[in-house]
């Protein structure tokens, strides 16, 4: 393929995506692409107005601001030239009227115009940007045609979600399609929820101790305004204060730190969790010599690591237990502190009965306002510690998978088909409108029919094509659910359900009811099985299958591609 031709196939691709990514508009949509303009407003602008409009839009800051921003940041003579498409310098009615009516209303220029807009500019300097390095010959043709094709067909299969968020597909809300990995699950954990409940928790003190310091002050003014008749006494009760108000800084202070190192104490047990999982998963008493050393070198190494984190564990929480014990001091000298402060109460009750009462209202309000702050702050903690029980869930998850994919007893060819499905997963790939179709979806067909169902593809591909093989040594490229499974059969490599227990790039076949392929990824000790598989939900997505669950009993058997590519040699 000469490079003008496939800068021009690639090109049709783009505009393919573009022609048939439209918006269903009963769908929920979560747009960052907000705002819309009245369209007329850009007619007749030439590049120097237009720069004008979009700084200004953006400096007013209002409901539009946003709507700016994204020409801002995509490049505003690149927006531009998108808009001005006869080169002439200004923008025309006609080219408006093309532009804004992507969405069947050209009366404005809507978040949707925009989106295609920002899309079709950023293709297309991509696309410039891989012509000019291939002229300069910073990298050839062959490596251009393989780089592209896996970075434009995964930017145009996956830009709706990208820039969309979530939405309502087939009745049920999908993610992003990076939600559907472990580790991205794992990263919206510990980087995003944990830190917005702590931020929460700090916020829900910083408001109760704003609204304790306005009642010591209302204090502070009853006792000034009162200063005559209580002399001494007075003195001596705001002095009092002080002294109380010294012992919850530094029980605040000792909290922090506290909080501090179990943030600390949280990554190490997670790193931890994920260690521990991979060194149970690994084996050295494989067929595979090679396998074996590798295992064991990873061991040694995994080992040092499990006993550093132990030491800085125990370190951290012997911090703990020194400020724990600060605070317990401090609460007890704050409690000392309060029985004198009742008895200067009594006192100034002697004198000023009156004012006594409103001082006590007043305490009893601030007490109100601590025990409310603490189980707040209780309640938010609790949500704090079972995100990070489930972060280290996902952790030893993540380790178990790593142990198990090291520990294959299979040849190289099986642990490049692992590797590769875990890529794909990676990489979001899903149908373009949910009908079998989508250019990552075809690089998988092998020239069989665009629409059909694609599992079969899916698995063919990477036991083959993705891996430069023609996998002539198992079952070849099919389709068909039904092909594989009779193919393993008739090779003496397929095991019925419950006569087996299958083992990471083992092939998981569903013909009870239904008819559908995965692969197997690992298994867990309950006999939890996790497969990757394609046409899952319109994409390549992760499952798990539990024992006694609809899908576990939708198995039918497996089909050994370990033993199968193993009697190869």
């Not at 995506?17 to 508009?25: E, M, P, T, Y």
């Not at 049920?172 to 990076?178: A, C, D, E, K």
């Not at 006590?360 to 079972?386: C, F, G, H, L, Y």
Request: charged residues 30%; proline residues 1%; hydrophobic residues 30%.
């Amino acid at each position: 393929m000469s490079i003008e031709s496939f800068f021009n196939k690639i090109s049709g691709f783009i505009t393919n995506a573009l022609n048939s990514d439209k918006i269903d508009k009963e769908s929920r949509v979560s747009n960052p692409f907000k705002g819309s303009v009245n369209a007329s407003i850009f007619v007749g602008k030439d590049l120097n107005t237009f720069k004008n409009d979009v700084a200004n839009g953006i400096k007013n800051g209002g409901k539009n601001s946003v709507f700016y921003q994204n020409i801002n940041e995509m490049g505003v003579e690149n927006v531009f030239d998108y808009f001005d498409k006869n080169g002439d310098g200004k923008i025309d009615e006609n080219e408006i009227n093309e532009i804004s009516g992507a969405d069947k209303n050209k009366d404005d220029i809507s978040g949707y115009d925009l989106h295609l807009a920002l899309t079709a500019v950023s293709d297309k300097k991509l696309l410039d940007d891989f012509d000019a390095m291939i002229q300069a010959g910073l990298i050839n043709a062959q490596l251009a045609n393989q780089q592209a094709m896996q970075n434009y067909t995964r930017n145009i299969g996956g830009h709706n979600y990208q820039n969309y968020g979530s939405r309502a597909h087939n009745g049920s809300t999908i993610s992003s399609p990076q939600q559907y990995s472990t580790k991205q699950k794992l990263d919206n954990i510990e980087n995003k929820e944990i830190p917005e409940l702590e931020k929460k928790k700090n916020e829900i003190i910083s408001d109760a101790q704003k609204e304790i310091d306005e009642k010591n002050e209302e204090i502070n003014k009853l006792v000034e305004e009162n200063k005559e008749k209580l002399g001494e006494l007075g003195e001596k009760y705001t002095n009092k204060k002080d002294e109380i108000k010294e012992c919850d800084e530094k029980i605040s202070e000792n909290e922090r730190n506290i909080s501090d190192e179990k943030s600390e104490i949280h990554k190490n047990e997670s790193s931890l969790a994920n260690l521990n999982a991979e060194l149970n998963a690994l084996q050295t008493n494989t067929d595979n010599e090679e396998i074996n050393a590798a295992n064991a070198q990873r061991k040694a190494e995994i080992k040092e690591q499990i006993k550093s984190l132990k030491e800085k564990i125990a370190q951290e929480n012997e911090k703990i237990k020194q400020y724990e014990q600060e605070i317990k001091e401090q609460k007890e000298l704050k409690e000392t502190k309060t029985k004198e402060l009742s008895e200067l109460q009594e006192e100034i009750n002697k004198q000023n009965p009156e004012l006594e009462e409103k001082l006590k209202n007043i305490e009893t309000e601030i007490k109100a306002i601590e025990e409310q702050r603490d189980k707040d702050v209780s309640k938010v903690e609790n949500e704090i510690n079972s995100k990070r029980e489930q972060a280290k869930n996902y952790n030893a998850e993540i380790g178990t998978r790593t142990g198990q994919a090291a520990s294959m007893t299979g040849s190289k060819f099986v642990q490049n088909a692992l590797q590769l499905a875990q890529e794909e997963l990676e990489k979001g790939v899903h149908e373009a409108t949910g009908n079998n179709d989508g250019a990552e979806i075809d690089k998988y067909r092998n020239g069989a029919a665009n629409g059909q169902p694609w599992c079969g593809s899916f698995v063919s591909w990477i036991y083959g094509a993705g891996q430069n093989s023609d996998n002539g040594g198992t079952f070849g490229y099919d389709a068909s659910v039904s092909g594989i499974m009779q193919k393993a059969q008739n090779a003496g490599y397929y095991s019925p359900m419950g006569y087996y227990t299958p083992q990471a790039g083992d092939l998981m076949i569903q013909k009870n009811g239904t008819s559908h392929v995965g692969m197997v990824t690992g298994v867990d000790a309950d006999g939890t099985i996790h497969t990757i598989e394609g046409n899952s939900g319109n994409r390549v997505a992760e499952r798990t299958y539990r024992p006694g669950s609809a899908g576990y009993n939708k198995i039918s058997g497996w089909v050994r591609m370990t033993d199968w590519q193993n009697s190869q040699f």
